[in-house]
């Protein structure tokens, strides 16, 4: 099968495009390499794909290049799309930066909604959506059936625009679509703004991990193959659903450096500084429907996870002092 995965250059779509090439499909990455984080990062998280002749990469802005060249690249072979390119974080969405949310989440989408209607040879199209959608719930898990989501970010209001559009390009040209909430994400090339990284690297590097608010907020985190894996599963859903990608289990912030902390073997000094404008208390996702249409069951717990992750870090800062000596 022929794949498109836009974001292909980011920490999701990195790890889903080694995963599609790995089981022998061809992969269109799409990225425009925003300098939301080091595009060198980027660079290196798709240094894998790109030595393999089954992946092409098209640097394309979808908020406002032609799509030409993808109009080019697929032909008139079938595929498939990933919809994962995006402004992602909570925190910078405030203020004059919402404009770039705006435009990679709501006008990128729009454009590669519009050039996605009426192709017959589109299999279907997956958007890469966000627990951010729900904001602060009355009751918990959050489920996919709430009836009106209200983020409480202007990052979870471009996210919910990009599942609307989606959903009204399905109503009115009959595209198929599925939209998956994905629960913050963590696991190998985690952007350097999520959390896990900043803990992780101050903590190798022993310095102090700035906690915002008091540590006890929860959240829903969800290892990146278990994700992965979703995306794999997801993409024969054609009847236009949305479903959440989660663990399924509530884990607070002082836990995780807990666990940090026996990983490492040493103590960890905590910084608590205010919390921030559009964090929610707590996420928890309802796994229910993931695990009955698509037979999903995360795998990956919580010490397991950040485990692997502190090793995966550990592993990239030999090799940048590797290549500073040598
Ligand atoms: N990481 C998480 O915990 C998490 C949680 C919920 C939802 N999501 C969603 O999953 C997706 C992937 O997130 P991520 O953490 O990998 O983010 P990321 O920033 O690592 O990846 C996004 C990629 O999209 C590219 N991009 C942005 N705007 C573009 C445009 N206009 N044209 C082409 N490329 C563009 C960026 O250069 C980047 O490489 C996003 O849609 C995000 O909203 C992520």
């Given at each position: 099968?022929?794949?498109?995965?836009?974001?292909?250059?980011?920490?999701?779509?990195?790890?889903?495009?080694?995963?599609?090439?790995?089981?022998?499909?061809?992969?269109?990455?799409?990225?425009?390499?925003?300098?939301?984080?080091?595009?060198r990062i980027k660079r290196r998280n798709l240094s894998r794909a790109i030595a393999r002749k089954t992946f092409q990469l098209l640097e394309l802005d979808l908020s406002r290049d032609t799509l030409e060249p993808l109009e080019q690249a697929i032909g008139s072979r079938t595929f498939i799309v990933?919809?994962?390119?995006?402004?992602?974080?909570?925190?910078?969405?405030?203020?004059?930066?919402?404009?770039?949310?705006?435009?990679?989440?709501?006008?990128?989408?729009?454009?590669?909604?519009?050039?996605?209607?009426?192709?017959?040879?589109?299999?279907?199209?997956?958007?890469?959506?966000?627990?951010?959608?729900?904001?602060?719930?009355?009751?918990?898990?959050?489920?996919?059936?709430?009836s009106i989501p209200r983020p409480y970010s202007p990052y979870g209001v471009t996210k919910l625009a990009g599942e609307h559009l989606v959903h009204l390009y399905g109503a009115n040209y009959g595209m198929p679509w599925v939209a998956c909430r994905l629960f913050t994400v963590y696991g190998p090339?985690?952007?350097?703004?999520?959390?896990?990284?900043?803990?992780?690297?101050?903590?190798?590097?022993?310095?102090?991990?700035?906690?915002?608010?008091?540590?006890?907020?929860?959240?829903?985190?969800?290892?990146?193959?278990?994700?992965?894996?979703?995306?794999?599963?997801?993409?024969?859903?054609?009847?236009?659903?949305?479903?959440?990608?989660?663990?399924?289990?509530?884990?607070?912030?002082?836990?995780?450096?807990?666990?940090?902390?026996?990983?490492?073997?040493?103590?960890?000094?905590?910084?608590?500084?205010?919390?921030?404008?559009?964090?929610?208390?707590?996420?928890?996702?309802?796994?229910?429907?993931?695990?009955?249409?698509?037979?999903?069951?995360?795998?990956?717990?919580?010490?397991?996870?950040?485990?692997?992750?502190?090793?995966?870090?550990?592993?990239?800062?030999?090799?940048?002092?590797?290549?500073?000596?040598?």
């Amino acid at each position: 099968m022929l794949y498109v995965v836009s974001g292909a250059a980011g920490f999701v779509g990195s790890n889903l495009t080694d995963r599609l090439l790995s089981e022998g499909h061809r992969v269109i990455g799409v990225d425009c390499f925003r300098d939301y984080y080091d595009p060198r990062i980027k660079r290196r998280n798709l240094s894998r794909a790109i030595a393999r002749k089954t992946f092409q990469l098209l640097e394309l802005d979808l908020s406002r290049d032609t799509l030409e060249p993808l109009e080019q690249a697929i032909g008139s072979r079938t595929f498939i799309v990933y919809h994962l390119s995006a402004q992602a974080g909570v925190r910078k969405s405030w203020g004059r930066s919402f404009q770039h949310y705006v435009r990679d989440n709501v006008q990128a989408t729009q454009r590669l909604l519009e050039w996605c209607k009426g192709r017959e040879n589109l299999q279907n199209l997956v958007y890469s959506s966000s627990s951010s959608v729900y904001g602060n719930v009355d009751s918990m898990p959050m489920r996919e059936d709430t009836s009106i989501p209200r983020p409480y970010s202007p990052y979870g209001v471009t996210k919910l625009a990009g599942e609307h559009l989606v959903h009204l390009y399905g109503a009115n040209y009959g595209m198929p679509w599925v939209a998956c909430r994905l629960f913050t994400v963590y696991g190998p090339r985690q952007r350097p703004d999520m959390a896990f990284s900043r803990f992780i690297e101050a903590a190798m590097e022993d310095r102090p991990i700035t906690i915002f608010g008091d540590g006890k907020q929860a959240r829903d985190f969800t290892y990146v193959g278990d994700i992965v894996e979703g995306f794999r599963r997801v993409e024969t859903i054609k009847d236009r659903e949305v479903i959440n990608l989660g663990r399924g289990e509530r884990v607070r912030l002082l836990e995780v450096l807990s666990a940090l902390s026996e990983i490492l073997g040493k103590h960890i000094e905590v910084e608590y500084v205010e919390d921030q404008k559009g964090d929610v208390r707590d996420t928890w996702a309802s796994v229910d429907k993931a695990r009955k249409l698509l037979g999903w069951e995360p795998e990956v717990d919580i010490f397991e996870g950040l485990a692997g992750q502190v090793e995966w870090t550990k592993t990239l800062s030999k090799a940048k002092s590797r290549s500073v000596s040598g």
